[in-house]
């Protein structure tokens, strides 16, 4: 199973960016997605998950800004960022809990970076 990010980039404060990260391989089903992101000098922190059925949550950090969506038939979640911060600076990462028939197992992508000026 792999996860391929992208979508990240360099925007000024109050803009926005479209992540996306798509699961590819051999599975049954992808379970919950999530983003993470992690700042230099930071732990990596949850900003956002989605479940299979769509239900959302998020940071507190981002509520209101961020939306997280996913398309089950394509194995993709997305996270759409508004109002981009200076401090919403950092590497993205994406998560997938996926079922292989006999568990279910959270797989990582690598990565993409979003910066933000102020």
């Known amino acids: 199973v792999q996860l391929q990010a992208s979508g990240g980039g360099l925007v000024q404060a109050g803009g926005s960016l479209r992540l996306s990260c798509v699961v590819s391989?051999?599975?049954?089903?992808?379970?919950?997605m999530h983003w993470y992101r992690q700042s230099p000098g930071k732990q990596r922190e949850l900003v956002a998950s989605?479940?299979?059925?769509?239900?959302?949550n998020y940071a507190d950090s981002v509520r209101g800004r961020f939306t997280i969506s996913r398309d089950n038939a394509q194995n993709t979640v997305y996270l759409q960022t508004n109002n981009l911060k200076p401090e919403d600076t950092a590497v993205y990462y994406c998560?997938?809990?996926?079922?292989?028939?006999?568990?279910?197992?959270?797989?990582w992508g690598q990565g993409t970076q979003v910066t933000v000026s102020s």
């Open positions: 998560r997938a809990d996926v079922w292989d028939a006999m568990t279910t197992r959270g797989y």
């Open positions: 989605i479940t299979s059925g769509g239900s959302p």
């Open positions: 391989g051999r599975f049954v089903r992808v379970n919950a």
